[in-house]
């Protein structure tokens, strides 16, 4: 009979190889995805972002595993996991993202090959409670920003469009809409638009320059203040010297 390794020697891998994205474009909005969530809740403790990394979810089955381009959980400890074991975080992420692609379709949403489930139906058998799907370039996803919520019974049903297409995603409160060919979230509260990162530079850049050319302007108005408080200084000098030599010549007469 044949022992079972023990758990401590078997290997979940966090890399299968293969590259991170099907484009830069694919690259680029999972990127922007991952880093506005990030930022989102940089200060919950209790909310951890990742993707792009393996999700293992049967114990002693590394073969058992998923990878999402991008996931949020929900009551987790914030960490830079290399994997994400169901078993050891106790919960699946709470919602899931995945730009996919023509090439990606069957694996996604199809009939996988030799039986094996699509991504879709081993979300939902992990109790994924919310699964986005977005097709950058349009290839296939009509239309290409799609999302499925649990119901009850623990199955995924359509979550409903907007009339601009876009979607409203419980597990963040956010709002997902397509924009051109990328992925914008929205804080429907504020009606702030999540920046992407090249975004991000250019703000920060932005803010960069206005600091300083509002420390340029203050040195400026600094400058001016002395100027005219020693303008104004030696105009007193001068008064208190004419009076002096009014004084002097009153005194003489």
């Known amino acids: ?53 393996f999700l293992y979810y049967r114990q002693g089955d590394p073969s058992a595993c998923i990878a999402p381009d991008v996931l949020l959980a929900r009551g987790v400890t914030k960490w830079k996991r290399p994997i994400y074991l169901l078993w050891d975080e106790g919960c699946p992420p709470a919602i899931v993202f995945e730009i996919t692609s023509q090439s990606t379709r069957r694996e996604d949403l199809g009939t996988a090959r030799k039986g094996k489930p699509n991504k879709k139906e081993i979300y939902q058998s992990l109790g994924v409670d919310e699964l986005i799907f977005f097709d950058p370039y349009g290839e296939y996803l009509k239309p290409r920003l799609q999302g499925y919520r649990l119901d009850g019974q623990g199955r995924y049903q359509s979550i409903p469009a907007y009339p601009d ?41 932005s803010a960069e320059e206005r600091a300083a050319e509002e420390t340029v302007a203050r040195r ?28 002097r010549l009153r005194s003489r007469d």
């Open 1 to 53: 009979m044949c022992a079972m390794p023990l758990e401590e020697e078997i290997e979940y891998p966090t890399s299968d190889g293969q590259p991170m994205a099907e484009t830069t474009l694919h690259r680029e909005v999972m990127s922007d995805t991952i880093s506005a969530l990030e930022r989102r809740y940089a200060d919950v403790p209790d909310v951890w972002v990742g993707g792009n990394l």
């Open 165 to 205: 297409g876009s979607l409203e995603s419980r597990t963040t409160g956010l709002t997902l809409r397509a924009e051109g060919e990328r992925l914008r979230l929205v804080d429907p509260s504020t009606g702030e638009r999540l920046l992407w990162n090249d975004e991000l530079e250019a703000a920060r850049r």
């Open 220 to 247: 400026a108005a600094e400058e001016r203040a002395a100027a005219e408080a020693a303008a104004r200084q030696a105009a007193e000098e001068r008064l208190r010297l004419l009076e002096q030599e009014l004084a």
